[in-house]
């Protein structure tokens, strides 16, 4: 089956420094990530949508320049918290489409926790 | 109304029982629908996609799809302990950009 890997598994950090998440496609192209922020107890929010090549498209009410995307190859997209804060402390987690279907496989997720 | 609404449970089923989950969407040009098991503090992970009418088994799971009702359920046949876990529809959404649109999700308990 398709695999997604993320990385780290798990971060902590004082306020105000930035923290950069790792997600990769490791046994299949994807042109397509997303990510995802997950609160305890909550449904899964949609962040953004990231293409490779092209810039992220973010939903309503997710801030472009706290949430940095980048989407350089079709196997590796990373978001960066920048001047992370104890409310950006959360379960993000990245998924991604394999090219030829609309199906989105999971990574494992990354639990942030800002001091 | 939201676009795709789930029972939140928890749904309790003794070890053995058939366990059914349902799920209602709301844009009917939804094409592409998708079953998730989220585990606590864990990840989804993909049950199974279902994109015509009908049924659709894999093992002891079944989708199913009813377009004109708006609907689609998993049947979990002779559950067990640990299919205990929240279980998420996900309907792929033209309305919404063609992002998948996820329910809040469903509890399942399955008691030994």
């Known amino acids: 089956g398709a695999v997604v890997s993320q990385h780290p598994s798990r971060v902590i950090c004082k306020s105000g420094t930035s923290v950069k998440i790792e997600c990769r496609s490791l046994?299949?192209?994807?042109?397509?990530m997303f990510w995802y922020r997950q609160f305890p107890k909550k449904s899964l929010m949609l962040m953004a949508t990231s293409n490779e090549g092209s810039k992220a498209t973010y939903e309503q009410g997710v801030e472009k320049d706290k949430f940095l995307i980048n989407h350089a190859s079709l196997t590796l997209s990373t978001l960066t918290v920048t001047s992370a804060h104890p409310e950006d402390s959360s379960f993000y987690i990245c998924s991604a489409a394999d090219g030829g279907t609309d199906t989105q496989y999971f990574g494992p997720g990354t639990r942030l926790t800002v001091l | 109304q939201k676009e795709v609404e789930q029972n939140s449970g928890p749904l309790s089923v003794p070890e053995g029982a058939i366990a059914s989950l349902n799920c209602t969407y709301s844009?009917?040009?939804?094409?592409?629908f998708f079953w998730y098991r989220q585990y606590s503090g864990k990840s989804p992970e993909l049950i199974m996609s279902?994109?015509?009418?009908g049924d659709k088994e894999d093992g002891r799971f079944t989708a199913q799809l009813n377009k004109a009702s708006q609907y689609v359920s998993l049947l979990i046949r002779d559950s067990q302990p640990s299919d205990s876990a929240t279980y998420l529809c996900a309907v792929n959404s033209p309305e919404y950009g063609n992002k998948l649109v996820f329910g809040a999700g469903t509890i399942l308990r399955v008691k030994s």
């Open positions: 046994d299949f192209q994807a042109t397509t």
């Open positions: 844009d009917r040009g939804s094409q592409s």
């Open positions: 279902i994109y015509s009418n």
